[in-house]
T-cell receptor, first 112, second 116 residues
Framework: KQEVTQIPAALSVPEGENLVLNCSFT??????LQWFRQDPGKGLTSLLL?????REQTSGRLNASLDKSSGRSTLYIAASQPGDSATYLC???????????FGKGTTLSVSS | DTEVTQTPKHLVMGMTNKKSLKCEQH?????MYWYKQKAKKPPELMFV???????INESVPSRFSPECPNSSLLNLHLHALQPEDSALYLC???????????????FGPGTRLTVL
């Protein structure tokens, strides 16, 4: 059974710092991995989707990498800003015809 | 346009009430999802519709009844709920459930449900 783990559970950094969020999964046979952002009490915003054949995806200050063989993905946030404060969730699709399996998230706080 | 809309934003209901949550997307997606999210927890899948047919039911109690009237709309009918059903209910859509590699999910803002 696929399990997704995110470390750390919470992270506090000063504005301007570059940071890395980690996601690991137990079964390397995945179709894709998706990173989301969630603000308190709000829905999820899709940040990046990495297909199984891809190694990384970039969007603005965000870069996500995928290493299927080791069961790991990282989300790199450059030059963090207070507006980046949110919970970041990673999720994997392990089987066609099934839905995503989520990690518990990393709550990020960026102070000005 | 990658927008999924949900109504209402907030809902308070008693245990004997019947209410419905609505979700709409106009991205031409053929898979639509209902998730339940409790505070400080990740979303939990409830139902998945693929091409307007129920594809996945994660053993959800019958007091929750999903409906997909057409490819753009998804409803969740609620009846005789319990206080522990209070949560954020999220709707999502994606292009095609079976096109797993490309199946990016887009979420709506959610409905905050309180059961008294």
């Amino acid at each position: 059974k696929q399990e997704v783990t995110q470390i750390p559970a919470a992270l506090s950094v000063p504005e301007g710092e570059n940071l890395v969020l980690n996601c690991s999964f137990t079964d390397s046979a995945i179709y894709n991995l998706q990173w989301f952002r969630q603000d308190p009490g709000k829905g999820l915003t899709s940040l990046l989707l990495i297909q199984s054949s891809q190694r990384e995806q970039t969007s603005g200050r965000l870069n996500a990498s995928l290493d299927k063989s080791s069961g790991r993905s990282t989300l790199y946030i450059a030059a963090s800003q207070p507006g980046d404060s949110a919970t970041y969730l990673c999720a994997v699709c392990s089987q066609a015809g099934t839905a995503l399996i989520f990690g518990k998230g990393t709550t990020l706080s960026v102070s000005s | 346009d990658t927008e999924v809309t949900q109504t209402p934003k907030h809902l308070v209901m008693g245990m004997t009430n019947k209410k419905s949550l609505k979700c709409e997307q106009h991205m031409g997606h053929r898979a639509m999802y209902w998730y339940k999210q409790k505070a400080k927890k990740p979303p939990e899948l409830m139902f998945v519709y693929s091409y307007e047919k129920l594809s996945i039911n994660e053993s959800v109690p019958s007091r929750f009844s999903p409906e997909c009237p057409n490819s753009s709309l998804l409803n969740l009918h609620l009846h005789a709920l319990q206080p522990e059903d209070s949560a954020l209910y999220l709707c999502a859509s994606s292009q095609d459930l079976l096109a797993a590699t490309y199946n990016e999910q887009f979420f709506g803002p959610g409905t905050r449900l309180t059961v008294l």
